[in-house]
């Protein structure tokens, strides 16, 4: 059954924070991505879709099992917040029933 975490960071950089993660994981995936979103396909049936406004970024994570999701946020959040070092985010995930 498929397990899904979502967060809304706020933040002003939204955009460009999502641009990046994207253009870093399209060196390992097949990333579909434009101005506002983008989608991480990750192995199997994982992936992460992401929306940028112009204050907030949009992040789910979706996976094929609690494990793999919750080892997914992980490593979302670690690569966003090495991009952001120098603006510091909040990420609270939360799961979707």
């Not at 991480?40 to 099992?65: H, K, N, W, Y």
């Not at 999701?69 to 979707?96: E, M, Y």
Request: proline share 4%; charged share 20%; aromatic share 8%.
């Amino acid at each position: 059954m498929t397990t899904i975490f979502e967060a809304s960071v706020t933040t002003p950089l939204a955009r460009r924070y999502m641009t990046q993660l994207a253009k870093h994981w399209s060196h390992r995936f097949a990333v579909e991505s434009d101005a506002v979103s983008a989608r991480i396909p990750f192995s199997g049936t994982s992936c992460c879709i992401m929306q940028a406004s112009e204050d907030r970024l949009g992040i789910v994570v979706e996976a094929e099992d609690a494990e793999t999701a919750g080892q997914l946020t992980g490593v979302v959040a670690d690569h966003l917040n090495r991009f952001a070092f120098k603006d510091p985010l909040t990420i609270t995930w939360s799961r979707r029933p």
